[in-house]
């Protein structure tokens, strides 16, 4: 398998510039996950302003794989309404699960298609959810927070 | 080595009983194999050996009283005496077969937490390790130590991965009850002085257990002289099959040691109420044992003898040495560990300068060229060095020069690739 098709142009461009970098305030949830079986890690935050992804922003050391697709996911879900941001995170999970099989919407997932590719390398598809993974965890965790912070409120009103 | 012995190891003629390193790869690659420390690839005479107990011999062992019984008993007995002659065990009965070298830790480990009197460890023990061990010779002592109650300690290792031996004095003391350590790193590629610290610990009443499971495979074992304990292996690392491990144990230590795991085969007589355990090995071997994987042990012995070890290490020592050389030739690359070839076994770790592990690797793959990338199992070993994870080329008896210079053109290529100097 040619390793091109793996090394995407703008994988490698968002590896070598990537979007987002470096934790910051003020954020809902705060994750770390790691892929044990190489080490990689990944430190996430993600700031919910209603239902809309306000920020997020990471630490992570890892290859240009996961480097990259966690720049992306960046790209992708900022500023995006919560349940869209989701259902793109499904989307690039079916994506990545597809075995290289999986026609990807260009129009919806867009820097994110070039991970297509590594959906045919079962040895990178973790490294390509590393981030991904991590951000969905992070946003579960802030959404029930802030039902659990709404429901103690009501309670103290009522 | 003198030039005699370099004749007769002809590499070439080696590489011919492996079938596997003529095979082409995706794209018709020739495979360049450099990940014989993650697993060894097997020579004809083993493939064989377990296709023809399977197809001729195959019946369960020491309880079929028929003749392929006879026979399956008898050759899984065989490789038992085998592996016994390979490391120098004074009796067959010191050789217990496991599933692997991990298993084989776990069982020292766990029978030590059970033993009754002198033998077991408790609260207040010390159990000392290095911090240069695969996790299979971490987590097995770490579970022990929370169990018991015992305390957890290390040997540190310097910048070159050598044993920081300044802290032995203080390190085994008269509450060590176990020191574990490593004989070859599977990282850094040190060979550690086990004797040396053995004899430490035996001054002070503590017991040694060694991970040989880079060492047998690559030089030549004698258990009774290097001062250990115990000594763990694999047989998918020395050529031989996955699901095979060893572990050696003196006598009358594994005399007194209860058992692991519960079963058929490890009994003397069952009641409902109570059993009664068979002596050493059987004792510790409970259930149906991997039988063809022991017959394919046997037969990677007698391929290794064949050989020679003293013929292998030899060999392995100059692939390294020709490695570590050509890879000071390539810029930005970093050795982890010994960057000598002394006291220093053919695993060869290293960063490339801005270029992750796994990318590595997958360059490195595309070329047909198989390394590993990533902790190696030994995550505090690069803790200790500040990296994350390494790319590791490790070479073993049918390596050959050629291969080493494909790795060094894949680096470069590498380096190209992903834009670096």
Redesign the interface.
């Known amino acids: 398998m040619s390793l091109d098709m793996l090394y995407q142009e703008i994988i490698l461009d968002h590896y070598k510039n990537p979007h987002h970098r470096g934790l910051r305030e003020p954020y809902d949830a705060q994750v770390h996950h790691v892929n044990p079986a190489c080490g990689d890690e990944i430190t996430l935050r993600v700031h919910l302003d209603r239902d809309t992804v306000a920020d997020v922003s990471y630490d992570a050391i890892g290859c240009s794989i996961s480097q990259a697709s966690v720049s992306v996911l960046g790209d992708l879900v900022i500023g995006k309404d919560l349940d869209e941001a989701m259902a793109l995170q499904e989307e690039f999970l079916t994506l990545m699960q597809g075995h290289g099989k999986v026609q990807p919407d260009e129009d919806r997932l867009e820097d994110a298609v070039a991970f297509a590719g590594v959906a045919r390398f079962p040895g990178r598809i973790k490294c390509a959810l590393l981030g991904w993974m991590a951000w969905k965890d992070a946003t579960v965790q802030a959404v029930a927070r802030r039902a659990a912070t709404a429901s103690a409120a009501m309670e103290e009103e009522s | 080595m003198s030039a005699g012995s370099r004749a007769t190891y002809d590499v070439v003629r080696v590489r011919k009983d492996f079938p596997i390193l003529s095979r082409r790869l995706?794209?018709g690659d020739q495979l360049v194999y450099l990940d014989s420390a993650n697993t060894s690839q097997k020579p004809q005479s083993v493939i064989d050996a377990v296709s023809e107990h399977y197809q001729v011999h195959n019946a369960n062992v020491a309880r079929a009283m028929h003749q392929l019984g006879t026979e399956s008993s008898q050759a899984f007995e065989e490789a038992r005496d085998k592996v016994a002659a390979f490391i120098g065990a004074p009796s067959r009965d010191e050789v217990v077969f496991t599933r692997n070298a991990t298993e084989a830790l776990n069982l020292v480990a766990n029978v030590l937490g059970l033993a009754q009197g002198d033998l077991g460890v408790r609260a207040g023990d010390q159990v000392v390790i290095t911090a240069m061990e695969h996790h299979s010779n971490i987590v097995p002592w770490q579970l022990l130590c929370q169990r018991t109650g015992a305390t957890l300690r290390w040997f540190d290792f310097d910048d070159d991965g050598r044993l920081d031996l300044s802290q032995l004095d203080e390190l085994v003391t008269e509450r060590t009850k176990v020191v574990s350590l490593t004989w070859i790193s599977n990282m850094l590629g040190t060979v550690n002085p086990v004797s040396q610290i053995a004899r430490r610990a035996h001054e002070v009443g503590a017991l040694v257990v060694v991970d040989a499971s880079q060492a047998v495979p690559q030089m030549p074992v004698d258990v009774a002289t290097l001062g250990a304990d115990f000594v763990a292996f694999t047989g998918h690392k020395m050529v031989g099959p996955t699901g095979i491990g060893v572990l050696w144990g003196r006598r009358e230590l594994l005399a007194q040691l209860p058992p692991f795991l519960g079963g058929g085969e490890m009994i003397e007589t069952v009641t409902l109420e109570r059993s009664t355990y068979a002596p050493p090995p059987a004792r510790f071997e409970a259930g149906t044992p991997p039988i063809a994987q022991a017959v394919g042990l046997g037969a990677a012995i007698d391929y290794l003898s064949e050989l020679g070890m003293a013929a292998v290490a030899a060999h392995e020592r100059e692939v390294t040495a020709y490695a570590l050389a050509r890879m000071r030739e390539v810029s930005g690359l970093r050795v982890l560990g010994p960057t000598e070839a002394v006291d220093r076994g053919g695993a060869v770790s290293f960063e490339l300068a801005g270029i992750?592990?796994?990318?590595v690797a997958?360059?490195l793959d595309?070329r047909g060229v198989a390394v590993r990338?990533?902790?190696h199992c030994a995550?505090p070993a690069?803790t200790r060095l500040g990296v994350?994870?390494s790319t590791r080329a490790s070479f073993y008896l049918y390596t050959q020069p050629e291969e080493v210079d494909a790795l060094i053109d894949g680096l470069d290529y590498t380096k190209r690739?992903?834009?670096g100097s």
Do not use: E, I, L, R
């Open positions: 995706a794209g992750h592990p796994h990318d997958q360059v595309s990338a990533g902790h995550k690069h994350q994870s690739y992903f834009g």
